[in-house]
């Protein structure tokens, strides 16, 4: 028996599927994936080391530093002086120097008021286990 045109159409049998988009793939990370796979037979690479934060500068540290620049500029002026041109940088390098002394002094300062603190607290805690006795 035949159908007509309009049962064959009706049917859905002449429609065609809607296009759905399947997720794309990153064609740049595929390829270092699988250049990963051949050079070293494993998925992935392994993660990079991280890079250890840098120390902290201590105060001891930086007292060093500026008694090493002090010699530098009593050298360099011991230098200066023996070529003749000491009249020249002796006001300069003694201001320098001055200033690195204070800066010492400074950080003996802030130094001593910490040694200080310190054993105000261990005072108090050796008073505190007497009484507790």
Known sequence: RRRSA???Q??????????RPCATRDLEKEKRRLQNLLATGCEEPPPPPLPAPPAPPTERD????VLDEIEERRSFLEEMTSLGRGKEYQPIISTEISQKIRELEMIDKVRSSKL??????????GRKDQQQQ
């Open 116 to 125: 200080t603190e310190e054993r105000e607290r261990e005072m108090a805690r």
């Open 6 to 8: 309009a049962q064959c």
């Open 62 to 65: 930086r007292f060093q530093e």
């Open 10 to 19: 009706g049917g859905g049998g002449y429609e065609r599927e809607r296009f």
